[in-house]
C-alpha cells in the first residue's frame, strides 16, 4: 500500500542512488524515461537534481509544465526502464507500448508510472544556467509517497527480490539494491 512519506525525509528515497524514471505532461501528452543521473540536493524544502538531456521530449515537456515525477521503478521492471530510456515519446506514446501505466498524481500533472517502489512528485526551481549549459534541473519536492511493504519508518526494506530498486551500469546491465548493513 502506498503510505505518504514526510518530505523532510523524502531525501532518503533517492539517498541510496536508484536510477529513476522520470514523468512528465504537458499540452495534454504524457512521457517517461529513464534518468540514472538523479540524487538529492536538500533536506527542508526537500529538492532533487536530475540530468534530462536537451534531446529528450522529456525535456520539452518539463520545461513547458515545470513539473515532472521521479518514479522508483523495481526490478521487475528493469526492461521497461530500458525501453523508456532508449527510445523518445516523440516517436512513440511510451505508455501505450511499454506496458507502463500512468496513473493520476496527487500534486502535480505528471502521472505517475504504475508499480513503482515510491514516487517524488517535483516543481522545477528554475535554474536557467545551469538547466541549458548543463541539463541540470532543481525540483522542489511537492508530495512523496512510497510502498510501505518496502520503505516504511524512513527506511528501504527490501525483502523480495523483484520488488528492490535498481542501479545502472550501461549497455542494457543492472544492479538490483543490495543487502542493508549498519555500523552503529
Ligand atoms: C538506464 C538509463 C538511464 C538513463 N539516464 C539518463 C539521465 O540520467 N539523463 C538523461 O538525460 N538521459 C538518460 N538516459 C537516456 C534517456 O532515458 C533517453 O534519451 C530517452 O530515450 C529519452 O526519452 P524521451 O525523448 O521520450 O524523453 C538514460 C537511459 C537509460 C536506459
Redesign the pocket.
Known amino acids: 500500500m502506498l503510505a505518504d512519506v514526510e518530505l523532510a525525509k523524502a531525501y532518503r528515497l533517492l539517498n541510496h542512488g536508484p536510477?529513476v524514471l522520470v514523468s512528465s505532461a504537458a499540452g495534454g501528452r504524457q512521457?517517461?524515461?529513464?534518468?540514472?543521473?538523479?540524487m538529492p540536493l536538500d533536506f527542508d524544502p526537500p529538492k532533487v537534481l536530475?540530468?534530462?538531456?536537451k534531446?529528450?521530449?522529456?525535456?520539452e515537456l518539463i520545461e513547458v509544465s515545470g513539473e515532472f515525477i521521479l518514479n522508483i521503478p523495481c526490478r521487475a521492471q528493469a526492461g521497461q526502464?530500458?525501453s523508456?530510456?532508449?527510445?523518445?515519446?516523440?516517436e512513440r506514446n511510451?505508455f501505450s507500448v511499454s506496458g507502463l501505466q500512468p496513473q493520476p498524481a496527487q500534486r502535480v500533472g505528471a502521472p505517475r508510472v504504475a508499480d513503482c517502489l515510491a514516487y517524488l512528485e517535483c516543481k522545477v526551481v528554475p535554474e536557467p544556467h545551469n538547466q541549458q549549459r548543463y541539463?541540470l534541473f532543481i525540483g522542489e519536492v511537492v508530495a512523496a509517497q512510497a510502498d510501505d511493504g518496502v520503505f516504511r519508518d524512513g527506511r528501504w526494506h527490501f525483502s523480495d527480490d523483484v520488488r528492490r530498486s535498481l542501479h545502472?551500469i550501461a549497455g542494457g546491465a543492472f544492479f538490483a539494491t543490495g543487502e542493508a548493513f549498519s555500523v552503529v
Open positions: 536510477t512521457n517517461v524515461m529513464a534518468a540514472a543521473w538523479a536530475v540530468v534530462i538531456d534531446s529528450t521530449y522529456s525535456r526502464v530500458l523508456a530510456g532508449s527510445d523518445s515519446g516523440r511510451k541539463d545502472y
